[in-house]
Nanobody
Framework: EVQLVESGGGLVQSGGSLRLSCVFSGFAFDDYAIGWFRQAPGKVREGVSCISSTDGSTNYGDSVKGRFTISSDNAKNTVYLQMNSLKPEDTAVYYC?????????????????WGQGTRVTVSS
């Protein structure tokens, strides 16, 4: 059974940091890219970042470049999203997802498997 489980969300003040974790099971990381998406109330799901197991290449959304960093620990089947300099507009539910289609974060439909999400709230 494929599972992706996010953790690490919470309430943080503007300018603060959080690290999200995505533990996955039921598939080989070698065959997939793992991405992070977020969805704020009333807004469409937005691609945040993605990492490829093949060559470690990464991709970031324009709104998080320079502030967020994605990484992976293959031995732990875990992908992390380090979020620094958080802003109130980063408030959303963050989801991790697995894709066989590379590190394109513009199309959530490319992602086959999704976690349940973890909520991040940034206060001003």
């Amino acid at each position: 059974e494929v599972q992706l489980v996010e953790s690490g969300g919470g309430l943080v003040q503007s300018g603060g940091s959080l690290r999200l974790s995505c533990v996955f099971s039921g598939f080989a990381f070698d065959d997939y890219a793992i991405g992070w998406f977020r969805q704020a109330p009333g807004k469409v799901r937005e691609g945040v970042s993605c990492i490829s197991s093949t060559d470690g290449s990464t991709n970031y959304g324009d709104s998080v470049k320079g502030r967020f960093t994605i990484s992976s620990d293959n031995a732990k089947n875990t992908v992390y999203l380090q979020m620094n300099s958080l802003k109130p507009e980063d408030t959303a539910v963050y989801y991790c997802a697995a894709s066989e289609g590379g590190i394109d974060i513009s199309k959530p439909s490319l992602y086959n498997y999704w976690g349940q999400g973890t909520r991040v709230t940034v206060s001003s």
